[in-house]
């Protein structure tokens, strides 16, 4: 069981460089979220999709752009990186429906734009 | 959302328990109290949630204040292992998408 899978695990960007991360999950999951950590910080919300066809800006939305595929993948699209952008990303997906599921995180893409 | 307030940091010794506090005075009546951990170089682990009463799970205890504006997560007897940054967090019924979303935490250290 593969619970949520994040593909690439490291990548370095140039500035201006476009790159699409990939998040997919096998629980039959609704709900499907994407965080940004910078070092030594908590995790931000940059977008979620409560259900497959619907997607919303969560806290620093500006620079990304996602897409839900389908109920099971979830991509975040970086069309200009900058260096801003550095940091660890995190997908997560939950069943929703109610705020008493809990949530499973992959393991992060650590992203680096130089 | 509403907010939570954690200690930055708390130390522990081996095989000793660990309370770790938080404060939500802003709660609502149909908040979830959940709590996640973040292991290094790991994407966060949900650890355990509760709404008013007390719970208990192979990983830890979670104790609810009567007025439910703060509570505090009970690692029985901390390893090495739980090493890790502790966050508490406050789902909201109401939010689209049932987001999750993060303060700071409280960085555990636990010495052998």
């Known amino acids: 069981n593969a619970g949520v899978t994040q593909t690439p695990k490291f990548q370095v960007l140039k500035t201006g460089q476009s790159m699409t991360l990939q998040c997919a999950q096998d629980?039959?999951?609704?709900?499907m979220y994407w965080y940004r950590q910078d070092p030594g910080m908590g995790l931000r919300l940059i977008y979620y999709s409560a259900s497959e066809g619907t997607t919303d800006k969560g806290e620093v939305p500006n620079g990304y752009n996602v897409s839900r595929l389908n109920k099971r993948e979830f991509s975040l699209r970086l069309e200009s990186a900058a260096p801003s952008q550095t940091s660890v990303y995190f997908c997560a997906s939950s069943v929703g429906g109610g705020s008493y599921t809990e949530a499973f995180f992959g393991q992060g893409t650590r992203l680096t734009v130089v | 959302d509403a907010k939570t307030t954690q200690p930055n940091s708390m130390e522990s010794n081996e095989e000793e328990p660990v309370h770790l506090p938080c404060n939500h005075s802003t709660i609502s009546g149909t908040d979830y109290i959940h709590w996640y951990r973040q292991l290094p170089s790991q994407g966060p682990e949900y650890v355990i949630h509760?709404?008013?009463s007390n719970v208990n799970n192979r990983m830890a205890s979670l104790a609810i204040a009567e007025d439910r504006k703060s509570s505090t997560l009970i690692l029985h007897r901390a390893t090495l292992r739980d090493a890790a940054v502790y966050y508490c967090i406050l789902r909201v019924p109401k939010a689209a998408g049932n987001k999750l979303t993060f303060g700071g935490g409280t960085r555990v250290l636990v010495k052998p």
């Open positions: 509760g709404l008013t």
């Open positions: 629980m039959n999951h609704n709900s």
